[in-house]
Structure formats: C-alpha cells, structure tokens
C-alpha cells in the first residue's frame, strides 16, 4: 500500500535515476559544430596578415566551419576560438577523454600544426595548456580528417579543466610569409 513516505521515496528514486541517466547519457560535448553551436569569438595573429571566421566555403557537413586563413610570418601565426566568448565559467571537461574535430587543409605548405586547450585564469584572461602536434595525424589534400586527442595531454600547464573555454591552432609554415588555409569543423570533448 502507497502512502506519504513510500510515494516521496519514488519521487526522489525517480529524480536521482533521472539525473543519473542524464549525466550519463553524454556521451559528447560539442562546443561548434557550424550549425546550432557556433556562438563564440575569435582571435587571429598576427593582425592583419591572419584571419579565424565562419564560413560557408569548405564545410565538413551542410553547416558552416571555422575557416583561419594565415600568412606565417616570421614563421608562425595562431589563432583561437572561444566558445564561451570569453565570459562565464567555461565548461567542466574532468569527465572527458578525448578532444575531437574535424580538420582539412589547403595545399599550400605547412610545416607544422600545435592544438592547446585554454581555461578561464583568475589573474589573466587565458590559462594554455600544453601544445599537442597534430600535423602527422593530417593526410595532406583531404578535405577533412578526424583528429582525437587524448584529454591527457593537454591537460596540464596552468590549465583549469574543470573552466575550460577555447582552443588553440598554432601553425608554422614551410617558409617565411607562407600563406594557407586550415578548416576546421566539429569540435566536440568525448567519453
């Protein structure tokens, strides 16, 4: 027979499983995809000669990319996206084991390609983890590979990553003022 007690038991039993389930069920963090998730901001350097945008040109689905168009000057350029716009938290990533996106090239040359996580600081504006080589992993002339990368790995630094906000591309090109294109698409943090 139910009565006051055993129905508030079901009630929290209910709420606990749901919450439960909830957490477990996911499975991926998407953070841009080019389609509902892409809110954020960019930075791009060095100015002028580098540029991280929204674009429709080279996309990984039917959605828009993060299109960074860079001149390596003196060899090197950068650029960010922040999907957290810089305000708020940044999300918890403790509970993740893998970046993973999508990413294509032009066919100008490259010599190598960094990837950093970056975390809200509270005496700064970012916190940089270790940076992660990721051009071995890229076929040259496809379009678009996966990449995952072990969370592991860029934890570390003065990384939070429990406040984890953005992500680092650092690109140097096979020669002074080299200019190419690095697509970027489906950023997501796994299980």
Known sequence: MLNRTNITELVVSSLLLTAAFGLH????????????????????HPRGMSSLVI??????????????????????AGAGWNWASWKGDGVDLSGYKNLVFRIGLSDDPVKDIFVQLTSKHPSRVDAL???????????????????????????????????????????????????????????????
């Not at 069920?25 to 791009?44: P, T």
């Not at 002339?141 to 570390?156: H, N, Q």
């Not at 990553?161 to 090109?173: A, D, L, Q, T």
């Open 55 to 76: 674009s429709w040109q080279h996309p990984f689905s039917n959605a828009t990319h993060l299109d960074f168009t860079v001149v390596c000057q003196r060899g090197w």
């Open 129 to 191: 983890g270790p940076k992660v080589e990721i051009l071995p992993l890229i076929e040259k002339r496809k379009k678009y590979v996966m990449i995952s990368i072990p969370l592991e790995k860029l934890f570390g630094g003065n990384l939070d990553p429990k406040r984890v906000w953005g992500i680092n591309f650092n690109v140097f090109g096979a020669a002074v003022d080299t200019e190419c294109r690095i697509y970027i698409d489906q950023i997501e943090f796994t299980k």
């Open 25 to 44: 069920s996911q499975e991926k963090l998407v953070v841009f995809d080019g389609g509902a998730k892409k809110e954020g901001k960019a930075w791009a």
